[in-house]
């Protein structure tokens, strides 16, 4: 079984916690953990072996109280990055004036404006 551990971007962050994952998993060879630019790959002897990893990628969050980072699962990929605040989301959403349909593209919401005869 393969987890892939993707560091959302920040290759400086992947190659910290490649070396940390190198140094603390004493039960995987050390060939069977990759690192390409962001994401990390490690190739685990059994589906046990993936809760240490998630316990190695908590400690090594966990070491830096200042850097906010969170790790999310999803289809069995593990996001680790900095979350985005509420308003900072809220500040890159653009909205429809007639019908409150929100986007983050402006490109996007100048053609579903095009749907309602407006333009701009």
Do not use: W
């Not at 998630?54 to 090594?60: D, G, Q, T, V």
């Not at 289809?75 to 509420?86: E, L, V």
């Amino acid at each position: 079984m393969t987890v892939t551990i993707s560091c959302a971007g920040d290759a400086d962050l992947a190659t910290k916690l490649h070396n940390h994952l190198l140094s603390t998993l004493s039960f995987v060879n050390p060939e069977a953990i990759s690192l390409k630019d962001d994401e990390i790959y490690v190739d685990l002897p059994n589906l046990d072996s993936k809760d240490t990893v998630l316990k190695r990628i908590s400690e090594f969050i966990g070491s830096d109280p200042s850097s906010h980072y969170q790790m999310n699962e999803l289809d069995g990929i593990i996001a680790i990055g900095t979350p985005a605040s509420h308003k900072e989301m809220m500040e890159s959403i653009l909205t429809c004036d007639m019908c409150n349909y929100m986007t983050a593209y402006e490109e996007q919401l100048r053609l579903h404006r095009m749907t309602h005869g407006m333009m701009g």
